[in-house]
C-alpha cells in the first residue's frame, strides 16, 4: 500500500476533526474553513524526465528496465516529505522538487551501480525510505536533474544472532515489518517513532531518529551496532565490535549523514526479548517545571520506565498528550501537566521499576492519574499525523519542530521557543496555540517537541517561514540543538551550520568531497555544496 | 613529581618480584637474570634539538621562552610511551623518537597558536597527556622534527553543573586530580583504567580509554558530552545536547582521533553523585566459557555490576586475577576461573544490585568467593605496570594487548590470539604463559585483556615483534577490532587501516587534510600519511 501522496499514511484511517476540535479551532484561533479541496493527483502538470537517454540507459543497465520509474504518479509520490510546508506544497500542486525517475535497487551491488552511474552522469541522488522527513531531507538543492533511490526492494532481515542479541537488515525494511519479523522470534528492536508506520530502518540509520521509547530502549543511533554504507568511491563496512578504541567511531559519521556521504544498505542492531508485559499510567503534576523535575530524577538515579514523557499545560489542557482524545480535556479536564511513564519487559521486571518509579513520582509531587490516560497514549500514539491532515483539511496550520539541551538550559530553551513562535505568529495575524512535550531523556539533559496550531493565513507556506526561523534562533540562542531527532535536511541547514561552526562544515565538506567527488549524493542536505 | 623516566609511575612505589614468581619465571618459563641495569637518564646522547632558529623562535612567541623546554631529560621524559617495547628501548638508552623540544601551553589559544606556529614551520606536534599510550601514539612517523606538546598546564575544572551532572574540565588534567575535585563536591566521574594514577582526561578523549568500573560507569567516549579542538585551520566547539539528530556526531570522529586531527582544549564529561558505598567481590567458576556465559547473561538482562570482569584458568592460577597476591595462587589456590563483580552506589542500590546479581551468577554456575578476592583486586587494581617493571627488571618479557567483538565471536578469538601468540613465542625458543581476562562487558559483546609473559630473548623488542604481529591478524581474521581501549596509534596503524578499509582510511585522510593541511599533527598516528 501507498501513503496518501498528499498527506499522511493510510487513506483509509482518515479522521474528520471531532466537532469539540473544530469550535476551539474557530473561536480560540479563528480558523476559517478553507474553500476548495487539495489538487487532483492525475492532473498535476509533471515536468517531463529531465534525464538524458545515456543517464537513463546507465540507471537500467543497473537495475533493470522495470526498477527505473518515470511515470508522473511515480515521481509526484517521491516529491519531498511530509513536514507541513510539504504537504502544503504538494496539495496546492506543486511539483518544481519532483525527481526526475524512482530508481529501486534490489541489492548493495546495484546500489552501488547506481551511484556510480549517477556520479558518471552528474545526475543526484536522493535516497528514498519511508519517505517520512520533515526537513527537507528529500528535496536537495539546485537545478540538477535528480533520482529519488527507493530502497522498499532493500527489506529483508539478513542475519539475526541471538547470543549476541544483534539482528542485520536493509534499509527498506520498514518499521513494523522489521517488528513482525522480529516479534515472531522471540526479539524487538524497541524503536517506536511517531513516524513507525511508515518509515524505514535506513531513514532511522541516516537521519538519528529516536522512538518514543527511547527511555528503555535507547535511540536508534544507540541501538546499532553496525553499517554498510554504498558510496560512488567504494563500500564502508563498520561494527567488528560493540565498542572500539580503534579510531574515532565511524558508525557515528554514517549515522546521522542523511544521504549526503553514501547510501546505508545495512544495519546491524541490537534486539532485545520480547516484552511479555506493558503497562503506561498518567501523572499529574503541578506545573512543567515540577513534572520536568520528576522525569530528571527518574533520568538521573532511576529507575528508568521505558517510556517517559511530559506534556505542558497548554498541550495538557487541549489534549494532545492523548491524540485519540484532543479536545476532550478542553471541556473540563483538570488543570496541570500529564506525564506518561510506561513499562516493558518481563512482568517482574516491569513490576518492580514502575514500584520504585513510583515512590520516585509521588516524592517529586505527582498525583497518580490511573492507566488510562496511559492507554489512551498508547492507543493514539501514531495518530497526530493524521490528526495534521485533518487540521489541514479544516483550513487550520499546524506543524511541531524539536529540540535538545542539557537539564540547565532547559526551562530558557522552552520560554524563548514558545515566545518566538507566539510572537512571529502573533505579529503576522494568526496567533497561535503552542503547546511542547518533553519527548525524551537522558541522564544529562531531555528534548523539547513543541506543536503550532494556528490559522493558515493567505498562503501558509510563506507566514511559517518566519516563525520556523524565529524558533531556530531562539534554539540556538538559547543553546539547544537544531534537531534532536528529525535531522537537519535542507530546512535545518543553515541552523546546523552555525551550530557546528566553519571548521566542522569544512570537515564534513572535506568528507563528502572524498567520497562523493562528483557531489552527486543529496547535494545541499546537510552541508552547503562547496 | 615525574613518573619514572625508564618504567612506569611513581619510583618510590617500585616493589621487587616475590620469591615464588621469580622460582615461577625462572622453572616455567626459562627466564634467566638480566646482566646489567638500564642506562643512566644523564649519560643519554641526546642528539641536539633539530628546530630551526626561526621555529623556536615562534614557539617561544606563542608560550613564551619558559615553556619551550629543550633540555636532554625533558626531551627524554617526552619519548615515546608505555609499551613494553617503549620501555625495553628506552632502558637501551634508545631516544631516536625524542622530540625537538617540549611545550607547555598555558590555555586553548596558545594551544592554537602553537599549531598555527607548527604548521607554518613544518614542525611536527604530539599532543603529550599522561605520557601512558602503550600503542606508539607519542611516536609520530618520519624524520621531520618534532615537539611535544605537553598539556599539563591546562589542567583547571573549568565548569561544575550539577543539575545537568556534567563537569567542564581541560585536557591535562590527571585523573587523581579530577576524581579529587569531583569528588569534594560530591561527585565522580567513576573513570578508572589502569593508567588511573598518571593518565589525563585528553589523553581518555583522544585514545577512547575504558576503565575497570566500565561496567557501571560506561567507557569514556560515552561520558564525554562536549569538546573542544583546536586545528591549524580553526576551533571546533560540540556538544549542545546530550544527543541530538543535526548530523553526523562529530564528538565520535573527535574521540579517538589520537592527536591527528587536533589537539582537545576542554572536555564536558557526565558525573555521577559519589559512591557511598563499595563492594567488591569474587566468584569462582568451573570454567572460561561458564564464567563468560553469567557475565552476558548480567550485561543482558541485568543487574549490571559496575565492575564486572572475569580471569581465564591461566591468569586464575598464576594469581593475577588479583594483581597484589601474584604468585600466592600458584602455591594451592583451587582451579577454574575468578570473576570479580563490584557495585558501587548507595547503599541501598548496592545492596539490591548484589542480592539480584547474586541470584543469577549462583543460577550460572558461580561459586560465591567472598569479598577477599575483591578487595585484593581492588587493592592492587593499579599495580600491574609497577609489577612489569619488576619482571623486566628480572629479565622477564611482559606485555598486554586487548581486544573486543561480539558475544558470539568471542570463543573463537579467544582461541585465535591464545594461539597465535603461544606459536609464536615457543616457536621462537621462549615459550610464554599466555592469560586472558574479560575486562569489560556490553549487551551485544565484550573485550579480552591478554597478557603474555616469557623469557627476553636476545634483542626482546625483535622477539616480540613478531608475536604481536600474530595476534594482530588473529584478532582481524577472528572478528574482533584491533583495539578495544588502548588506541591505534603507530604499532596499531597497518591492521586499523585493514579493519576500516581503504574507503575508511581515505576519509580519515580527507578529514586530516582539510584540519591540518600541512600535515604536522601527530603524522602516522591513526592513518598514514597520504
Known amino acids: 500500500m501507498d501513503m496518501l501522496w498528499s498527506g499522511w499514511g493510510d487513506p483509509a484511517k482518515a479522521a474528520p476533526l471531532p466537532d469539540a476540535v473544530t469550535g476551539l479551532l474557530r473561536d480560540l484561533l479563528g480558523v476559517t474553513p478553507r474553500v476548495g479541496g487539495p489538487a487532483v493527483l492525475e492532473e498535476i502538470a509533471v515536468p517531463a524526465c529531465p534525464l538524458t537517454d545515456a543517464a537513463r540507459a546507465a540507471l537500467t543497465g543497473c537495475?533493470?528496465?522495470?526498477?527505473?520509474?518515470?511515470?508522473?504518479?511515480?515521481?509526484?509520490?517521491?516529491?519531498?516529505?511530509?513536514?507541513?510546508?510539504d504537504l502544503l506544497r504538494i496539495r496546492a500542486g506543486e511539483v518544481d522538487d519532483v525527481p526526475g525517475a524512482v530508481v529501486l535497487p534490489g541489492s548493495h551491488d546495484e546500489v552501488a551501480a547506481v551511484?556510480?552511474?549517477?556520479?558518471?552522469?552528474?545526475?543526484?541522488?536522493?535516497?528514498?525510505?519511508?519517505?517520512?522527513?520533515?526537513?527537507?531531507?528529500?528535496?536537495?538543492?539546485?537545478?540538477?536533474p535528480f533520482v529519488a533511490l527507493d530502497l522498499r526492494r532493500l527489506d529483508a532481515l539478513l542475519a539475526l544472532d541471538d547470543v549476541s542479541r544483534t539482528a542485520t537488515v536493509q534499509p527498506g525494511l520498514r518499521a513494523p515489518e522489521c517488528e513482525r519479523l522480529?516479534?515472531?522470534?522471540?526479539?524487538?528492536?524497541?524503536?517506536?517513532?511517531?513516524?513507525?508506520?511508515?518509515?524505514?530502518?535506513?531513514?532511522?540509520?541516516a537521519a538519528r531518529s529516536s522512538g518514543q521509547a527511547s527511555a528503555g530502549y535507547g535511540r536508534f543511533d544507540?541501538?546499532?551496532?553496525?553499517?554498510?554504507?554504498?558510496?560512488?568511491?567504494?563500500?564502508?563496512?563498520?561494527g567488528r565490535a560493540p565498542r572500539s578504541a580503534a579510531g574515532p567511531d565511524l558508525r557515528q559519521l554514517v549515522l546521522g549523514s542523511e544521504g549526503a556521504l553514501g547510501?546505508?544498505?545495512?544495519?546491524?542492531?541490537?534486539?532485545?526479548?520480547?516484552?511479555?508485559?506493558?503497562?503506561?499510567?498518567?501523572?499529574?503534576?503541578?506545573s512543567f517545571e515540577?513534572?520536568?523535575?520528576?522525569?530528571?530524577r527518574l533520568a538521573q538515579d532511576g529507575p528508568r520506565p521505558t517510556v517517559l514523557r511530559l506534556s505542558d499545560e497548554t498541550e495538557t489542557f487541549v489534549g494532545l498528550a492523548q491524540p485519540d482524545g484532543i479536545g476532550g480535556s478542553a471541556t473540563g479536564q483538570s488543570a496541570g501537566c500529564m506525564a506518561i511513564a510506561g513499562y516493558e519487559g518481563t512482568a517482574a521486571d516491569t513490576a518492580?521499576?514502575?514500584?520504585?518509579?513510583?515512590?520516585?513520582?509521588?516524592?517529586?509531587?505527582?498525583?497518580?492519574?490511573?492507566?488510562?490516560?496511559?492507554?489512551?497514549?498508547?492507543?493514539?500514539?501514531?495518530?497526530?499525523?493524521?490528526?495534521?491532515?485533518?487540521?489541514?483539511?479544516?483550513?487550520?496550520?499546524a506543524e511541531t519542530l524539536e529540540t535538545a539541551a542539557f537539564w540547565s538550559a532547559l526551562p530558557a530553551l522552552y520560554e524563548r521557543v514558545r515566545r518566538a513562535l507566539t510572537t512571529t505568529l502573533t505579529e503576522s495575524g494568526t496567533p497561535p496555540l503552542v503547546m511542547c512535550h518533553v519527548s525524551h531523556v537522558y541522564e544529562n539533559g531531555a528534548s523539547l517537541y513543541f506543536t503550532v496550531v494556528s490559522a493558515q493565513g493567505e498562503d501558509p507556506v510563506a507566514h511559517w517561514a518566519p516563525a520556523k526561523r524565529a524558533a531556530n534562533e531562539a534554539i540556538l540562542a538559547a543553546g539547544g540543538t537544531i534537531s534532536h531527532h528529525h535531522g537537519v535536511g535542507t530546512d535545518h541547514r543553515d541552523w546546523y551550520e552555525r551550530e557546528i561552526g566553519p571548521v566542522g562544515v569544512?570537515?564534513?565538506?572535506?568528507?563528502?568531497?572524498?567520497?562523493?567527488?562528483?557531489?552527486?549524493?543529496?547535494?545541499?542536505?546537510?552541508?552547503?555544496?562547496r
Not at 222 to 238: Q, S
Request: charged share 20%.
Open 115 to 144: 551511484l556510480r552511474a549517477c556520479a558518471q552522469h552528474t545526475v543526484s541522488v536522493v535516497p528514498f525510505g519511508g519517505g517520512t522527513s520533515v526537513v527537507g531531507g528529500l528535496a536537495p538543492e539546485g537545478k540538477r
Open 182 to 205: 522480529l516479534n515472531e522470534r522471540g526479539w524487538t528492536l524497541g524503536h517506536f517513532p511517531q513516524s513507525f508506520e511508515w518509515a524505514s530502518i535506513g531513514g532511522f540509520a
Open 290 to 296: 515540577a513534572g520536568a523535575a520528576a522525569l530528571r
Open 63 to 85: 537495475v533493470g528496465e522495470a526498477q527505473v520509474l518515470t511515470d508522473a504518479e511515480s515521481r509526484v509520490r517521491h516529491t519531498r516529505g511530509k513536514s507541513t510546508p
Open 352 to 397: 518492580d521499576r514502575r514500584a520504585r518509579a513510583r515512590r520516585v513520582l509521588l516524592a517529586s509531587g505527582g498525583e497518580y492519574a490511573g492507566e488510562e490516560p496511559g492507554d489512551r497514549w498508547a492507543h493514539g500514539r501514531y495518530n497526530a499525523p493524521y490528526l495534521r491532515d485533518a487540521l489541514l483539511d479544516a483550513g487550520a496550520f
Open 263 to 286: 547510501v546505508i544498505t545495512s544495519v546491524t542492531v541490537r534486539i532485545r526479548p520480547l516484552p511479555t508485559s506493558r503497562i503506561y499510567e498518567g501523572w499529574r503534576f503541578e
Open 222 to 238: 544507540e541501538m546499532v551496532l553496525g553499517l554498510t554504507l554504498a558510496t560512488p568511491e567504494g563500500v564502508l563496512v563498520l
Open 506 to 529: 569544512r570537515a564534513l565538506q572535506a568528507l563528502k568531497a572524498e567520497l562523493d567527488p562528483a557531489g552527486v549524493l543529496s547535494p545541499g542536505v546537510l552541508v552547503p555544496v
